[in-house]
């Protein structure tokens, strides 16, 4: 069992920076993949941007150059977001990908007006 708590989010203006933080508990392997996911209303979930364990990011090309991915173990992630426009606008999730079983978090609100 593994869970996910995401804390961060907030309402910014356009232009301004937040930082998303997820902290993993249970059974969590040191080989694994955690990364983050995004869902603005009536949209699907997409990738923002994800991090292995090993160091490989990949993002979104929407978010490069403005979002950064980051660990400090292989149990919390997370997102230093700036320059933030109104279509950064979602839930954003935490995601941990191990043995190819997702887990994810609750979700935090990331609101960004022009």
């Known amino acids: 069992q593994v869970q996910l708590v995401e804390s961060g989010g907030g309402l910014v203006q356009a232009g301004g920076s937040l930082r998303l933080s997820c902290a993993a508990s249970?059974?969590?392997?040191?080989?694994?993949?955690m990364g983050w996911y995004r869902q603005a209303p009536g949209k699907q979930r997409e990738l923002v941007a994800v991090?292995?364990?090993?160091?490989?990011t990949n993002y979104a090309d929407s978010v490069k150059g403005r979002f950064t991915i980051s660990r400090d173990n292989y149990k919390n992630t997370y997102l230093q977001m700036n320059s933030l426009k109104p279509e950064d606008t979602g839930l954003y999730y935490c995601n941990l990908r191990q043995f190819n079983r997702d887990s994810w978090g609750q979700g935090t609100q990331v609101t960004v007006s022009s």
């Open positions: 249970g059974s969590i392997f040191k080989i694994n993949n």
């Open positions: 991090m292995a364990s090993g160091g490989f």
